[in-house]
């Protein structure tokens, strides 16, 4: 893994404008993403949960250029992409592909397989075009599709079928960054494991970077070297992937992991059940986003909004908790 982030998430925001006053002001704006920043190295999946409506795909759709930033930097191998015009940002669009959640809907479905895996090569005139048909075959084959199924359409296979599809065009371009936003929800338990496999398979064969987007933690502990906790538009908590599932720090990361459920007979975990819904955001509370089912909130929770923090080495928490025992740590070794 490279020590030079291949992107890097600096201080992102994305508002959404739900209703304007007279005079066409904002008058009530949607927090979708608020101040997130995290770093993905080459070579590395980076998996990114939270419950649904965090902000999560919302990230990923404003790396690949889906939505606009509101403010912050997206730094892709330190060129600044929202600083670059439509031209320049056009020769980065190849080095980062998507695979989208729903795989029906991603396909075009009056475009063959071998037309919807071979258009960005086309688009970006990567080989000339006698050897085009080969290399459709050779990606068809590597997402496990035999290559005689590209004269068929969307509507003619499964959904796992599908997916690998939409998979076989994300690596047509031979990306450095592939985007998956959630793209194993829509299928089967069974179907789940064949296609994180492949995209495990892929990643080694192509050297590939993953930002891998899921609400599910099974799935991310299975392919992801890091993970980032996401609770309504903030970052909680970043951690390797052995440090966040068997030690969460963060009271809601915690949370999520007592949720998963265990498939040991003997071991009894106990669930922590959090009370409350989940805050609109459109109106967040004023200090830590979870401070309104935290079961662990204490005084000023509520007006001060905790910053992520280096609490051990590579291990990131974003929770007032640990400041408060940090600053104790530190007055203590001052009087000594």
């Known amino acids: 893994m490279s020590t030079e982030p291949l992107l890097r998430i600096k201080n992102l925001k994305k508002y959404f404008v739900v209703e304007k006053d007279f005079f066409g002001r904002p008058s009530s704006v949607l927090k979708a993403v608020d101040e997130i920043s995290f770093d ?35 730094i892709f191998e330190g060129k600044d992409l929202n600083a670059m015009n439509k031209s320049q940002r056009r020769s980065y669009c190849k080095h980062i592909q998507l695979i989208f959640q729903d795989p029906y809907a991603s396909l075009n479905p009056r475009m063959t397989v071998g037309e919807i895996v071979s258009e960005p090569i086309y688009i970006n005139k990567l080989l000339p075009n006698n050897e085009i048909e080969k290399r459709v075959n050779y990606l068809l084959n590597c997402v496990g599709l035999s290559s005689s199924y590209r004269d ?41 494991a064949q296609v994180i496999n492949l ?61 998963i459920p265990s498939t040991d007979l003997g071991f009894k975990k106990e669930r922590i059940r959090l009370k409350g819904d989940v805050p609109s955001p459109i109106n967040p509370p ?37 400041e408060n025992c940090q600053e104790k740590s530190e007055t203590k070794h001052a009087e000594n």
Do not use: W
């Open 40 to 74: 993905i190295y080459k070579g590395e999946a980076f998996g990114l949960v939270g419950e649904s409506g965090c902000g999560k795909s919302t990230i990923g759709k404003m790396i690949v250029n889906i939505y606009k930033p509101t403010s912050g930097s997206i």
């Open 152 to 192: 068929r359409y969307v509507h003619e296979f499964s959904g796992g079928q599908r997916q690998r599809v939409g998979i076989a065009r994300a690596i047509a371009l031979n990306p450095k960054l592939i985007v998956c936003d959630e793209p194993v929800s829509a299928l089967d338990v069974s179907i789940q």
């Open 199 to 259: 995209l495990d398979d892929l990643k080694k064969e192509f050297s590939l970077t993953y930002l891998f987007i899921a609400h599910g933690l099974n799935v991310v502990k299975h392919i992801s070297d890091r993970v980032g906790v996401m609770y309504l538009g903030k970052m909680m908590e970043i951690a390797n992937k052995k440090d966040l599932y068997e030690n969460p720090l963060n009271p809601y990361t915690q949370a999520l992991m007592s949720a």
């Open 286 to 322: 004023a200090g830590c986003r979870f401070c309104t089912r935290c079961f662990k909130v204490f005084e000023g929770c509520d007006t001060q909004s905790p910053l992520l923090s280096e609490i051990r080495k590579n291990h990131y928490v974003a929770c007032r908790l640990f």
